[in-house]
């Protein structure tokens, strides 16, 4: 018998522990359909524990600003994996309101990346910032107006119940509010984990890179925080979009859990698919997109305040 | 918010707003092929009660013209005219969508203060089809190639014909149909023209027209 206390502690440990699987799931499906075998499914685990395991390098020019970063970045998000609810049960934390406050801690987490990326002095990691702010900026609003339009159709300002509310009943009446939610929230998704159509986590060319410019200068445990940092970032956005595509809240909690991480799995998948069938658009046409995503939660709310 | 009539309405905005962004022309024609499709959905759509053959026809002949006919025949021209992308718009692209969110905005707040005689099948309804005709109006006054305006008519007359099948309703099929072909019309001389256009001055771009005038030697 498991008391809901502990149920939203284990809800609180699950993300710890297997956010960077999402990560190689991405990767592995990137691999399989460019018909690779691809790395084994635990490589982010060896890999964080190779950087952990590792001194960190400081360049003279930086200040405590830079060695705070990772640290307060990654003591951001996991704050922030506390306030979604994974699975059907509430979260660890909650009160009305904290949408708000989920949406801010991310906002922290890109600040200190970027104020880090800033106390370098490197006029290239300042245009990678500065693509993110651009970018992130655009995300957000679309961000808040899809959490909002989700807030005014179940009638509460918390995520927990946000998310207790939105079942398959809900689907039946308002499938239209809640597609569109979902599409703004796949962008939103996309922009903020640095993921296709938006970023290429994986490049290294220094000219298109908008994420990974940022954290090339952190290394050792550093680097390790911030893709910890980032995996559980992945995590928990996904969580939103899933909570709200997959509406079963069977009342057992370990078939709701499972059935969670089926989804986040899925849409680790579907990311990996995105990944490997599109380009990364050209920077202008990136405000498009997001503009694209806020103008899709606008009509979602404009369709529920009607 | 129900049904399908609920999502042929979002659908019929989905579409117009993703016009407001696009630049290429082939991926306008395929948007307002679509709603043309999405029209004919609603039109079966709209009142189930009374389905009849009339309306099936109808919307036939709605999927047949707007959703086949007119891009085919617009995609002729533009094959024919070579343009691939609408380069330069009165107002840029990111500025259009930003627009239509605000005339959704005041499509809602208008329709909320009109007075109709009857009520309409959805509450969507009427803020969907102001909405349309505007995005329409907003197209055919900012876009510069003669295609776009094409195009952007044909979203206008969908806006109108949005509101006419869920507001009044049994409007005479003969009425109907005489619309339709007033638009099939329309469209065909337009593609003539548009490839006349194209052959005297190598371009569509009707701004440009502003500037004829009579050679004087």
Known sequence: MITALSHSFLHMLLPLALAPLLLSVINRTKAIVAGRNGQVLLQPYYDLAKLLRKGAVYSHTTTWVFRAGPVVGLAAVIVATTLVPFGGASAAVSFAGDLILFAYLLGLLRFVTVIAALDTGSSFEGMGASREVTFSALAEPALLLALAAVARQTGSLSLTTMYAGVTGATWTHAAPVFALVAGALMVVFLTENARMPVDDPTTHLELTMIHEVMVLDHSGPDLAFIVYGSALKLWVLGVLLVGLVVPIHSGNAWADSIVGFAGLLGLAVVTGIIESSMARWRLTRVPQLLVGACVLSTLALVLMLR | ?217
Not at chain 2, 94 to 103: K, N
Not at chain 2, 114 to 122: D, K, N, Q, R
């Open chain 2, 1 to 217: 918010m129900t049904g399908w009539v609920d999502t042929a309405l979002v659908l019929l905005t989905l579409t117009s707003l993703l016009l407001l962004g696009s630049s290429r022309l082939t991926r306008c024609i395929r948007i307002v092929a679509f709603q043309g499709v999405v029209l004919g959905v609603l039109t079966v759509t709209a009142r189930p009660t009374e389905l009849s053959l009339r309306i099936l026809m109808l919307a036939a002949a709605i999927v047949g013209l707007k959703g086949v006919t007119f891009p085919w025949l617009l995609s002729r021209v533009l094959r024919d005219a070579a343009v691939r992308r609408e380069v330069d718009p009165v107002v840029g692209y990111i500025g259009s969508l930003l627009l239509g969110t605000l005339m959704l905005a005041v499509s809602f707040w208008l329709s909320a203060r009109l007075p109709l005689p009857m009520p309409a099948i959805s509450g969507l309804l009427v803020p969907v089809a102001l909405f349309t005709t505007l995005a329409g109006l907003f197209l055919i006054v900012t876009r510069r190639t003669a295609l776009t305006q094409v195009l952007a008519y044909l979203v206008l007359e969908n806006g109108i014909y949005v509101f006419g099948v869920g507001v009044v309703q049994g409007t005479p099929m003969l009425v109907e149909l005489g619309v339709l072909l007033d638009v099939f019309v329309v469209v065909f001389v337009m593609g003539i023209a548009i490839f006349h256009i194209n052959r005297e001055f190598d371009h569509i771009d009707t701004d440009q027209l502003t500037a004829l005038k009579d050679w004087t030697a």
